[in-house]
């Protein structure tokens, strides 16, 4: 674990360039996605093809690293954790584990395959985060943890970075994460805090929604569609499932709030129109025209529309069902100025939807019926 530019890459290549070496392989390159893992555990200044000298060098082909003595790599994607089954692997190096969006699904499927050789070993390099996968292995007595702060790696730094973000951030709580590489457990001012999230004490639905919240735009460098499930009984919510779809275009989005829709056996969708205008009922029931779909509109910002949720959560009045670590990590690095983690906050939108419909709306409690 280490602050941004402390190393951490370079720490990564340098240990797979040792299990060459040694003849370990076949080995597994897991990034956030596969162009990051390219871009910088690979091609990076510090990544694969620049710290080996020439005649150790290995080669690209495709998403495989082919090095002189035979031994061979794959890079993988942490966003699409299906991929993991069937390759099998001696060793992995984890990069950014503190960012996967589905973390614990993609740790989990890589262990299956991590069966070659006399001690099958992995890697991971990051920033910490508080998730959940991260809390999973600092408490795992097998874990070994290493850690760097920015500082320790100035003489590689430009002194500009030093002076204009080093400077201003130490001693902040983001830069004891950022540049000291702390894991700091909740966002000081955060909505929400990883104690409020606890398991419903009993699950009788009284009536069930699918709030989406679209992109704007479906290709690869798309917002994520965030589609969340909820659900109400008496005076509390429960969240049932994150649905939420990356680069998603508008109706493979549709097609899976349709499916969550019957597979929770919904009462309608919720969908914010501000994007999309007509556009989104339309592609919904294009996918099924028997779908109610229920528009709404944005006219807050974001923080301002999350408040009143988070106050409901405050209450003990939300609660949540197991594997939803995706988005709590989301909802718990939600800042004030509407991003989690400089990212747009698709999920926790999607779940201002659902919770603010079941709960907040100015209307009779309704019985399985939008």
Same mark, same amino acid.
């Given at each position: 674990m280490g602050g941004r530019g402390a190393g951490k890459t370079r720490a990564g290549a340098e240990w797979v360039r040792g299990l060459v070496r040694q003849r370990i392989g076949p080995i597994a390159l897991v990034g956030e996605t596969i162009a990051e893992a390219l871009a910088i555990m690979v091609r990076g200044e510090s990544g694969l093809l620049n710290v080996h000298p020439e005649l150790e060098r290995p080669v690209l082909r495709g998403h495989q690293l082919i090095w002189p003595n035979g031994v061979e790599a794959t890079l993988l994607s942490a966003s699409d954790p299906d991929r993991f089954r069937g390759p099998q692997f001696a060793?992995?190096?984890? *990069?950014?584990?503190?960012?996967?969006?589905? &973390?614990?699904? &993609?740790?989990?499927?890589?262990?299956?395959?991590?069966? !070659?050789g006399e001690r099958p070993q992995q890697m991971a390099t990051t920033t910490p985060r508080p998730t959940r996968l991260l809390k999973r292995l600092l408490a795992d007595p097998q874990t070994v943890v290493t850690r760097m702060a920015t500082i320790e790696n100035s003489a590689q730094l430009a002194p500009q970075f030093l002076d204009a973000v080093v400077a201003r951030y130490r001693g902040t709580v983001l830069g004891r994460q950022e540049l000291d590489g702390e894991l700091i457990e909740d966002l000081p001012g955060a909505l929400w805090q990883?104690?409020?999230?606890?398991?419903?004490?009993?699950?009788?639905?009284?009536?069930?929604?699918?709030? $989406? *919240?679209?992109?704007?735009?479906?290709?690869?460098?798309?917002?994520?569609? /965030?589609?969340? $499930?909820?659900?109400?009984?008496?005076?509390?919510? $429960?969240?049932?499932?994150?649905?939420?779809? @990356?680069?998603? @275009?508008?109706?493979?989005?549709?097609?899976?709030?349709?499916?969550?829709?019957?597979?929770?056996?919904?009462?309608?969708?919720?969908?914010?129109?501000?994007?999309?205008?007509? !556009? $989104?009922?339309?592609?919904?029931?294009?996918?099924?025209?028997?779908?109610?779909?229920?528009?709404?509109?944005?006219?807050?910002?974001?923080?301002?529309?999350?408040?009143?949720?988070?106050? !409901?959560? /405050?209450?003990?009045?939300?609660?949540?069902?197991?594997?939803?670590s995706a988005l709590e990590d989301e909802m718990c690095s939600f800042g004030a100025d509407g991003k989690s983690d400089g990212h747009s906050p698709d999920r926790v939108d999607a779940l201002v939807w659902a919770i603010t419909e079941l709960l907040l709306n100015d209307v009779q409690p309704r019985v399985r019926g939008l």
């Open positions: 060793a992995a190096w984890c *990069d950014e584990i503190g960012k996967w969006p589905r &973390a614990e699904d &993609a740790w989990d499927m890589l262990q299956f395959g991590l069966r !070659l990883r104690n409020m999230f606890r398991p419903p004490q009993s699950l009788a639905l009284e009536r069930i929604v699918v709030a $989406v *919240d679209p992109p704007v735009t479906g290709h690869a460098r798309s917002d994520a569609c /965030g589609i969340v $499930v909820a659900g109400r009984q008496g005076e509390e919510a $429960v969240v049932l499932e994150d649905c939420t779809l @990356s680069a998603a @275009s508008p109706l493979r989005w549709a097609r899976r709030a349709v499916a969550a829709f019957h597979a929770h056996q919904a009462d309608g969708i919720v969908a914010e129109v501000n994007q999309g205008g007509d !556009l $989104v009922a339309s592609v919904i029931a294009q996918i099924d025209p028997k779908v109610p779909v229920r528009p709404v509109r944005a006219n807050r910002g974001k923080w301002l529309r999350a408040e009143p949720v988070a106050a !409901l959560y /405050g209450r003990g009045l939300v609660a949540h069902l197991a594997g939803l």
